[in-house]
């Protein structure tokens, strides 16, 4: 009965992790994949002797951190209102339209994106702009507005998942805290300061830890489609997923696409174990393993 | 009290409406775009208000059937393919690993954690579908890498498994002689009916917008999903900005593209299905993003 599913693991995550020789060899094609010969740590020296290791490591831990950074205070604070809400059949309408993003994929987003910010016809320079008196702006050669481009994109579609996570907590919380504070004549900033942050905090401070885990990760989507792939963004655009996608099959250099490819997996993989083990000296139940 | 209470409410009605808004209106200006003259989009681009409607875009798609429907097709077959097969491998995996007395279930389930910590990245699984598998340019590329089953839906079931079914029912069925199979299909499968309609909502979803499966194993036109059709459509929206070459095998498909319109179109009727759906699944969506968060 397991058969289906083992023989899609070996072949789908398995094979290709003992694949990664790949990253220490000279791809010839002549010689095939397997036969070429295997040259160390050449593909590695080449990788983080070019400027572009640098920009991709930057790109990828920055928006990372301010994707952990700004979901964390806005999800918060949408899950917190979301939670005074007291017609029941509001909240869920605001919740159910707030995930609306969420189930959407990439591309249609990169549409959505291209239908404010196409130079020619979009949104924001035919009609948004000119309202302002501002001159056009070039949106996919202008690597400098992209950070907030893609921190407001990505932070459009997550919140609805971040805020379904953190309402699940909050309304996790035992009333009777709050019935306690109300007689005592707590307001209710009061009580979202002194009861619900601090309740919750331990959930936060997982989740975070959690992504912080990931931040040699990037969602490849976000950083592909949503620029267009456009070379004059990629000081700003292009983060490790990019680079390995990049290399492999737009410049078909496959030895540093593994090479990169590993780097990500092995700082990644160092970091998840840490962040976990954080996870485990603050609350044992809530860590991965 | 009362006073303070009253302000709280409406002060985050306010902000809600304002978030939800924000939600939906990217997604009216798409609609309202795919449904402007072509010669108003080109004068005053993308606009809520259009100076002059238009069917034209949908009536192009309507005949340049051929291109859309296929990729039509192929979305749906795909979803209901991938789908059905993912639950069938993943609840088929779970429940063994659900029972304590299992011998080596630590090992799968360490073995099934670990590709969740660790992967070997993109290169090498290129290379081991296309070169070991040959699946570049097969339906098979748009089904099997990566989609078909994870870890994540794994655990979950087999946490849902191991909690909701009582060990005694599995014991009594043993006992009157049903085999380990016959208990997997007439009594595990029809009490675990929430937890594969969480399983197979996601994995649907992951079915429907994928567009990377399609990106780097496809260069037939003739077997690209709607989310690969969209795509290609791109390369020529950047082709048209950068002014660069396009590459000879999109080629043919670009010159079929008339307008800024007909692209919002596609875009329309591509996501259609999934939002016309989603009041009617959003609750066990939640409830299924809920449960994971919590166990992931």
Redesign the interface.
Known sequence: MMLPGIAYLLINNYMPMFGITIAFKNINFAKGIWGSDWNGVENFKFLFQSSEAFVITRNTILYNLSFIVIGLIVGVGTAILLNEIKNKFAAKFYQSVLLIPYIISMVLVSYLVYSVLSVNVGLMNNTILPALGIDPISWYNEPKYWPYILVIVNLWKGLGFSVVVYLAAIIGIDKEYYEAAMLDGASKWQQIRKITIPMITPILVMMTLLSIGRIFYSDFGLFYQVPMNSGSLFSTTSTIDTYVFRALMQLGDIGMSAAAGLYQSVVGFLLVILSNYAVRKIDKDSALY | MYR??RI??W???T???L??L???V??L??VI?SLTDERS??R?????FPKQISFAAYEYIWQQSSLIFNAYGITILITILGTTASL???S??A???SRRDLPGGMV?VF???F??????????????YT???HIKNTLLALL???L??NGFS?LLMRSFFMTTIPSSVLESASIDGAT??TI?RKIVLPLSLPILAVVGLLHG?MY?????NG??YLTNPKLYSL?NV??QL?SN??FL??NSDVSSLAGKSLQQIPS?AF??AI?VI??AP??IA??FF?KY??KG??VG??KG
């Open positions: 303070e209470s709280w409410q002060g985050s009605h902000i809600m409406l978030l939800s924000a939600c939906v990217p997604f200006l798409l775009s989009i080109i005053n681009g993308y606009s809520f069938i491998v993943t088929m995996l429940y063994p690993l799968v073995l099934l954690f590709t969740m910590l660790f992967n070997g990245g993109l290169a090498p699984t290129y290379i081991i070169q070991v598998f099997v890498p990566g078909l089953m794994v380990e199979f997997y979803l429907w917008n994928d567009w990377f990106l780097i989310q969209l795509n791109m929206i950047q900005a950068s800024e692209r919002m875009a591509s996501i999934i939002l989603y009041p959003q969506f939640v993003l809920a968060a919590v």
